[in-house]
């Protein structure tokens, strides 16, 4: 009976060793599986050309057009005439939200479009009132060319772009350069787009000295230039004055003496 029992169990574990038994896997281990999979799969991120899209992602600066047409902005002044119907002639300043009121219509944003938009905007409008309308549009304010000067410079601010300036001369025109500046170091931003600034170093320190300005950048009109503080600048604060060391150094020297 021993014998007989012993080949019963070693039949049974040849069979298993022969033909193993696969155990089908439960819902809740697929379900795992498939989560698994799905947050292992890479996202795409998805890109635009157009800044103005929102909800979608920029990863790199938007396509420029090499002269862009002046936009309207807040406070910029204009005329518009109607050859045909001059009692609808009238002068519109933006206001701060981009709208201008309009006779006979109600308002009508216009903050950011080129003139040649505004016109075909403000043909759309008064379509309603009047067939084919005939518009001359005249921008009499608007914001000048500009250029901003920062940092370590003895008159900082806000200056009228006229002609063709670099980037050393705006220092000059801000004043020169303060002895606190790292002028090897000056950063010069400029917008690509409503998203992106570029921002390029100029080591002014190399061009003075080697006396070559083949490096000096030429500002465009919103460009501002930089000029950081020097490492002895930062720290000038809270170094004693050299007054209060001489007068230490004198009373000492008196003390000794009466000693």
Same mark, same amino acid.
Do not use: C
């Given at each position: ?33 498939? !989560? ?5 799969? $890479? ?5 635009? /050309?157009?800044?103005?899209? !929102? ?8 396509? !420029?057009?090499?002269?862009?047409? +002046?936009? /309207? ?19 519109? *300043? ?6 201008? $009121?309009?006779?006979? /219509? ?15 905007? /403000? ?22 060319? +500009? ?15 006229? %002609? ?11 004043? %020169?350069? *303060? ?6 170091? #000056?950063?010069?931003?400029?917008? #690509? ?31 501002? #230039? ?17 007054? *209060?060391?001489?007068?230490? %150094? ?10």
């Amino acid at each position: 009976m021993k014998e007989l029992k012993m080949m019963a169990i070693e039949t049974a574990m040849l069979m298993l060793l022969l033909f193993p038994v696969v155990v089908p896997a439960s819902d809740d281990n697929s379900k795992k599986s498939v !989560q698994a999979e799905t947050q292992q799969a $890479p996202v795409e991120r998805v890109q635009t /050309l157009d800044p103005r899209k !929102q909800g979608q992602v920029l990863d790199h600066p938007v396509l !420029q057009q090499r002269t862009p047409r +002046y936009r /309207l902005r807040y406070g910029d002044v204009i005329e518009l005439k109607f050859p045909l119907t001059p009692e609808f002639d009238q002068k519109v *300043t933006i206001h701060p939200d981009g709208f201008i $009121p309009l006779v006979g /219509l109600s308002d009508v944003h216009v903050e950011g479009q080129t003139e040649s938009e505004l016109l075909e905007s /403000l043909r759309a409008a008064y379509a309603k009132l009047l067939k084919n309308p005939i518009i001359n549009i005249n921008l009499i304010d608007f914001e000048k060319p +500009y250029f901003i000067v920062g940092g370590q410079v003895k008159n900082p601010g806000k200056f009228d772009l006229r %002609g063709d300036t670099s980037a050393t001369q705006a220092v000059n025109i801000a004043g %020169g350069l *303060t002895e606190d500046a790292k002028h090897s170091q #000056v950063v010069l931003f400029h917008r #690509v787009s409503d998203e992106w600034v570029s921002a390029t170093q100029l080591d002014m320190k190399k061009m003075f000295n080697s006396h070559d300005l083949s490096e000096d950048l030429h500002l465009q009109p919103g460009d501002m #230039v930089f000029v950081p503080k020097s490492f002895m600048g930062k720290i000038k604060p809270f170094l004693p004055r050299t007054d *209060t060391l001489m007068w230490m %150094g004198i009373y000492s020297s008196a003390g000794t003496t009466r000693h």
